[in-house]
């Protein structure tokens, strides 16, 4: 029955990689789960203490990043709050019907649109959806080097 339990673990460690880079996937939080079965079918022993926490921290830090990555860079273009979770939104929503490319369609459109209908200014709109559409792309980066770290980082703990 352990072994299965690992087996788990592991796949659910590989789901978060594949879930930081596709939508409507889980990403961290499969991660932070693979490795919290990991530690409860070795008895809580494996990994050690100090290990389990920098996995939780990375964990945690990829977490932040998928949630908020996106709106962290929409706000540092200048978007409104209104804006940013209204591009939030439809960028989930069209990642579900279409994919990733949905997603970064959704939050460049909705940034643009709206930042326009507040501003009346397509430079400065369009410089505003490219900081979303950068930061989206980013984030996802950083959340696949994350969870990709956990992942190496337990089979580390697996074979030594």
Same mark, same amino acid.
């Given at each position: 029955?352990?072994?299965?339990?690992?087996?788990?673990?592991?796949?659910?460690l590989?789901?978060?990689? #594949?879930?930081?880079?596709?939508?409507?996937?889980p990403?961290a939080l499969?991660?932070?789960?693979?490795?919290g079965?990991?530690?409860?079918?070795?008895?809580?022993?494996?990994?050690?203490?100090?290990?389990?926490?920098?996995?939780?921290?990375?964990?945690?830090?990829?977490?932040?990043?998928?949630?908020?990555?996106g709106?962290?860079?929409?706000?540092a273009?200048?978007?409104?709050?209104?804006?940013?979770?209204?591009?939030?939104?439809?960028?989930?929503?069209?990642?579900?019907?279409?994919?990733?490319v949905?997603?970064?369609?959704?939050?460049?459109?909705?940034?643009?649109?709206?930042?326009?209908?507040?501003?009346?200014?397509?430079?400065?709109?369009?410089?505003?959806?490219?900081?979303?559409? #950068?930061?989206?792309?980013?984030?996802?980066?950083?959340?696949?080097?994350?969870?990709?770290?956990?992942?190496?980082?337990?089979?580390?703990?697996?074979?030594?």
């Open positions: 029955m352990a072994d299965l339990l690992v087996l788990v673990a592991f796949a659910l590989v789901l978060g990689v #594949v879930g930081s880079v596709v939508p409507g996937l990403g499969a991660s932070l789960a693979g490795v079965l990991y530690w409860y079918t070795r008895g809580f022993a494996d990994p050690s203490l100090p290990v389990l926490v920098v996995l939780l921290a990375v964990g945690l830090a990829a977490a932040v990043v998928e949630f908020a990555g709106a962290v860079a929409a706000r273009g200048g978007a409104s709050t209104r804006t940013t979770v209204l591009a939030t939104l439809v960028g989930l929503v069209l990642a579900l019907v279409t994919g990733p949905g997603l970064v369609a959704g939050v460049a459109g909705t940034v643009f649109a709206v930042e326009f209908a507040r501003n009346d200014d397509a430079d400065a709109s369009a410089r505003t959806a490219l900081y979303a559409t #950068v930061g989206v792309l980013a984030s996802t980066a950083v959340q696949a080097l994350l969870t990709l770290s956990m992942l190496g980082a337990m089979v580390l703990v697996y074979v030594y």
